[in-house]
């Protein structure tokens, strides 16, 4: 298993690299447009201007601080779609994939069981998510002077984790995905299904009264409804994102081991 997770990690640092570069760039390019967005109060009058559902489903209420700006634009917005991408294609390729090129059945007949297998390759893919997760929050802790965001670091790092719990869950339901029919694009669209439902359960419940008990299924809201950057991580929310995330992989893990692989 050992083998399997350093094996995930090494073969694929050329791409986690690339991924933590444009994390940096997409840092460096919000964050300091604050201070000129917000000291001119331009932005003050354009969000006025915009309709109150608009500004709530595009989470932007909060941008007239420097934690909702950049809880909003980095990690609510360009940041959440880019780690979406990366870490449940990582998720749908880690079964679903070698499946469909016989890599699978090559690695299981070097006396590897399913499980190790399934443990390995979700552990390198958690490995990879919280390096990245670790490279936004340096960038963040870096630019946070310099483009007077005052930010509280301590409600940084544990919304940190919060927003890893976030992403790894539909990462594992990726992996579960894959590891249901041996294919990589129904591990796509689970894991899709669970970051993209989210978004929109998330934009739609702040949309009415009536609409509001969406929220209840949206991970998405699960973490950003408290509002972590500001006002620290819903550490409740942070749990069940992270116990969902095992419990997925642990199935995972338990319906490879039951089903044919090859078929």
């Not at 991970?219 to 409740?236: A, E, I, K, L, M």
């Amino acid at each position: 298993m050992f083998a399997i997770f350093t094996r995930g990690v090494v073969d694929s640092w050329r791409a986690t690299l690339a991924w933590a570069v444009g994390l940096v760039a997409a840092a460096a390019l919000y964050l300091p447009l604050f201070p000129s967005m917000v000291g001119n109060g331009q932005m003050q009058q354009l969000l006025k201007s915009l309709p109150t559902q608009l500004v709530r489903t595009l989470n932007y209420d909060q941008l007239g601080s420097g934690p909702g700006y950049t809880q909003s634009t980095l990690f609510g917005l360009l940041g959440f779609l880019l780690l979406s991408m990366a870490t449940i294609a990582w998720g749908a390729s880690a079964v679903g994939g070698d499946e469909e090129s016989g890599l699978l059945e090559l690695t299981l007949a070097h006396g590897v069981t399913r499980v190790q297998l399934v443990v390995g390759r979700a552990l390198a893919i958690l490995a990879r998510l919280l390096f990245l997760v670790l490279v936004m929050y340096c960038a963040v802790a870096v630019l946070n002077g310099p483009s007077q965001l005052n930010l509280d670091l301590g409600k940084v790092t544990g919304a940190a984790l919060g927003y890893a719990g976030l992403l790894a869950l539909s990462t594992a339901a990726a992996l579960l995905g894959g590891a249901l029919r041996g294919r990589r694009v129904h591990g796509l669209i689970l894991g899709a299904a669970v970051a993209v439902l989210g978004y929109v359960f998330n934009a739609v419940g702040k949309q009415s009264d009536s609409a509001k008990w969406l929220l209840d299924f949206s991970p998405y809201h699960w973490f950003f409804g408290s509002d972590p950057f500001s006002q620290g991580v819903d550490w409740g929310a942070c749990a069940g994102m992270w116990g969902g995330t095992v419990i997925l992989m642990a199935l995972a893990a338990l319906v490879l081991r039951a089903r044919d692989v090859g078929r």
